[in-house]
């Protein structure tokens, strides 16, 4: 007997083609260049900088005018531009521009190198039981943070306490114990803003403020003088801005603001003795306020300069209605053997 069997047929199917993309290594590494300006861009942030004086061999202290804390926050802003960690050494020893453009760029080239580890080849036995040892804990911020940091937090704490605290508090505040570190104890003892009686630590203003009426009673004292600088204020007291607002709702005091974030940067004292009377308000806000071009070529023409180099530029850019051209955001061939391959079409083999 036969059976009858059904012959399968196959239908060969097509494979559509693989779509590959070739890509680049990516952005250029930063030159020296990149780094110098960055560096100097991050510079003419701090208030204290007089840009007419920065330069790359311009010293920190002698040229400057900065301070000890001031350099600490120089350090961290390193840090925090180039997303490298600078130690207490080499914090020490930079003291110009040029040296923090050659530390960033030397920490750099290291976190770019490849890194090897060892293989550890070594089996222990089965029957071998690794000994156990007790670690006593430690706080994770003396491990890893540097010392010249952790003195910087210590400080900005010590601000805001209206009364001197002990090493626990201060533990408890920021997770670093200042007596169980040997360094950091001694930097603390050494520093001028800090006293230490008693086991307490205290922070040393060179205003004394914790209230809203001391505030008001040294802008008052000082009201013949000068304005009271608000970044000067923050130095004696890191709670300083709150009590300012209150004293300007108030109507006790004037206010210069940053046009940026309305924040306060001088304060006036509002003297209620002085009588102005109408005609001379009206007239005072009938005065027709120059423009900020025409303010820019004046001071030109005396000789001086504005606070923001950068700020004529764009000014007179935007007066001419000439758009800034926009950048090509493609992306650099840093592969020669690409050179003559179109990367934006897709290639099917």
Known sequence: ??????????KPTLIKPLSFRYFS???????????????LNLLKDFDKVQQQKLALD??????????????????????????IEISDRDAEEIFTPRQAVEKANFRRQQLNQPIIKKQDLSQPHNDYVLPTKQITPVLYSNQTVPIGRQLFEVIQCLKNELHPIDNKELIRKTAIDVEGTEELFKKVLENDRIKYENGKFEFKPAYNIKTKQDLLALVKKNKNIC???VKELQ????????????LYNEKQ?????SLKDNSPLFIYYKDSSIDIDD????????????????LLKELDKAGLKAMQVDLQKRNIATASGKKKKKKNSRFKMTNT????????KDVTL
């Open 58 to 83: 311009a010293h920190f202290v002698n040229d400057l005018g900065l301070d000890s804390l001031d350099q600490v926050e120089i350090t961290m802003a390193l840090e925090d531009e180039f997303n």
């Open 235 to 246: 130095n004696s007291y890191g709670g300083v801005v709150p009590l300012i607002e209150e």
């Open 279 to 294: 005609e001379f308000k009206q007239q005072w806000h009938d005065i027709q306020v120059p423009s900020k071009i025409d």
């Open 1 to 10: 007997m036969f059976r009858l069997v059904k012959r399968i047929s196959f």
């Open 227 to 229: 304005a009271m600088e």
């Open 337 to 344: 053997h690409l050179d003559g391959v179109d990367l934006s």
């Open 25 to 39: 290594a990516g952005p250029p590494p930063l030159t020296i260049q990149d780094i110098e300006d960055r560096v």
């Open 253 to 257: 005091i004037f206010c210069v603001r």
